[in-house]
């Protein structure tokens, strides 16, 4: 007979090369058989542990297929041995009126539309931006030029802002989806390793690549994609959605639909002014903001795998602080041997991420260092208050870089030491600055409100008790990092449904997710509430 079991938390050196004969082995000799008695073998999970500098290990489970002729449940008397479930995820095919409405091609929108055209929907999808080839080539003027497109940037365009990114993967949510999630996204041409590395990433070329496979796979199943198309209103009756207006190249084009996925992201702020205007309910709420932070991939590799650091792909962190003013202050979306990318989406702001292509061989590490934002900090009831406190910062550190879209920076000792840091020959000795399309010397005490300044200073003061050498004054700033999750959230109901019947509010853009993976599966649950209302 033969089945399938899992072994887990394998242990093994970082040093060795980890081989398909040589895990059939291993787990042949846990399990008391012959290397021969398995008839094919796949890793589950691996993981790094790091936390012994001095022996750093792989753990791996595996799943193995095993022809034996003894009961399974034998095997299942042995420690970190257990059965293999098997995964499907399966979508009902269904019949509507009128065509669902999707807006927004980010990871909401495109798992959104995955899943209801695989259901037979026919579903219609709108997005502001361009097709990812093309945006990307406004994406690549903008950081050598800085000339803006307010419609095409590292915001908005196909794949949504994650597209420019490192494609992290990793999430903190446990829902049976994100198998689903990852298994397509493979199927789409991730690579394989996103189904068991316990910190998977994509990486930005692999990502381009990607959502344009969804793309054609939602039109080879019925979907249609607008691109250049922005939703700009809605009608309805009696608090029942009757369609969705939207605009392209300046001619009005009504779809007429009653169930709409608004798959927005978190920087579609002309679209939240809509949503206030027509009455939809709109509530503030938390978010974070801060700079992003280089040191060179060296030292982090260093600091978090010691002598074993040349065995291992390039290392993260994740640090975090509850400062005694009430506030946490924490790194996010750290990018091994990534850059620091322009990306504003408004006139006349200055906004930063973190982006990696997939083989992360830049030289210098970036993470956004982020400080704790509640509503309180508005002072204001207006529900897009949030909004306003992102765009000031942003204002003014547009001016403070000058006015040309190049970003304020600052040296960590600088910074510290609460002085301006001034640009001159030589002056970054160990850590040069990656942003694009440019920097300037800055005083972030001119662009961050006193508190949120103080706040990051203490962090990173602290932080640099957890890794030696975090808050080293030649590891670089760049100011500011606004755009970590939305200011809003637009209310939705135990159906998915906003105050109007027929909109969905989805995704990070309405405040219910945050990251590729979170996006992508508040998608699927989106589209499954569209189909499971004609059950």
């Keep these: ?4 079991l899992r072994v887990s938390n394998i242990k093994v050196s970082v040093k060795i090369d980890i081989t398909k004969d040589f895990l059939k082995k291993k787990t042949a000799d846990i399990l008391k058989i012959k290397s021969d008695d398995i008839i094919d073998l796949k890793i589950a999970k691996k993981s790094v542990d790091a936390r012994k500098k001095s022996d750093v290990v ?23 041995v257990s059965e293999v479930k098997e995964f499907n995820y399966s979508v009902k095919k269904i ?3 009128k065509r669902p409405v999707v807006v927004g091609f980010g990871p909401a929108g495109f798992m959104a539309g ?12 709108v997005e502001q931006g361009k097709c990812v080839d093309e945006r ?13 497109n307010i419609k095409s940037n590292v915001q908005f365009g196909e794949g949504g802002a994650g597209t420019f990114s490192d494609g992290k993967l990793t999430t903190g949510i446990k829902d049976y989806r994100c198998r689903f999630v990852m298994e397509e996204f493979v199927k789409a041409g991730a690579p394989k390793e996103i189904l068991y590395l316990s910190k998977p990433h994509i990486g930005t070329d692999n ?29 309805e009756s009696n608090g029942i959605l009757q369609n969705v207006i939207c605009e392209n190249e300046n001619k009005t084009v009504v779809f007429d639909t009653d169930r709409l996925i608004m798959a927005i992201g978190h920087s579609s702020r002309k679209t939240f002014e809509m949503l206030y205007e027509k009455k939809i309910n709109i509530e503030q709420k938390p978010f974070s903001v801060g700079v992003r932070i280089e040191h060179s991939q060296e030292f982090i590799n260093k600091s978090q795998y010691g002598e074993f650091a040349e065995f291992l792909p390039p290392a993260d962190y994740k640090l975090f602080t509850h400062l005694e003013n009430g506030r946490g202050v924490y790194t996010f979306c750290m990018c091994p041997g990534g850059v620091v990318a322009g990306s504003a ?18 030289k210098n590490a970036n993470s956004a260092v982020l400080v704790g934002i509640i509503p309180d ?6 529900p897009l208050a949030g909004v306003e406190f992102q765009r000031n910062i942003e204002e003014k550190a547009f001016i403070s870089g000058g006015g040309n879209y190049f970003a304020p920076v600052q040296k960590v000792g600088d910074f510290l030491r609460s002085k301006k840091t001034v640009i001159s020959k030589g002056e970054f000795k160990k850590v040069l600055p990656t942003y694009m399309p440019g920097i300037a010397g800055g005083d972030f005490k001119e662009i961050f409100p006193e508190e949120i300044y103080l706040s990051l200073q203490e962090g990173i003061k602290i932080f640099d008790g957890k890794i030696k050498g975090f808050a080293d004054e030649n590891a670089v700033m760049t100011a500011p990092e606004t755009r970590s999750s939305s200011p809003v959230r637009i209310v939705r109901n135990d159906k998915f449904m906003s105050n109007i019947s027929g909109i969905i509010p989805c995704g990070e853009g309405c405040g219910y997710s945050g990251g590729i993976v979170s996006s992508a599966v508040d998608g699927v649950k989106c589209a499954e509430a569209v189909i499971k209302e004609v059950y």
Aim: aromatic letters at 12%; a positive charge; zero cysteines.
């Design 136 to 148: 990307k080539k406004d994406v690549d003027i903008f950081w050598k030029k800085g000339i803006l």
């Design 58 to 80: 792989h753990i791996i489970s595996a799943d193995v297929l095993i022809s034996v002729n003894t009961e399974r449940k034998k095997f299942l008397k042995i420690k970190n």
């Design 345 to 362: 989406s408004e006139n006349g702001g200055v906004v930063t991420n973190g982006m990696s292509y997939y083989k992360r061989n830049g």
């Design 95 to 97: 019949s509507l009126k």
């Design 114 to 125: 995955l899943v209801l055209a695989m259901a037979g929907t026919m579903p219609v999808i």
């Design 1 to 4: 007979m033969s089945f399938w």
């Design 207 to 235: 990502l381009i690549k990607m959502v344009k496979n969804i793309r054609e796979k939602i039109i080879s199943l019925g979907g249609e994609v607008f691109f250049n198309t922005e939703m700009v209103g809605f009608e």
């Design 377 to 382: 900090d508005f002072k204001s009831d207006y």
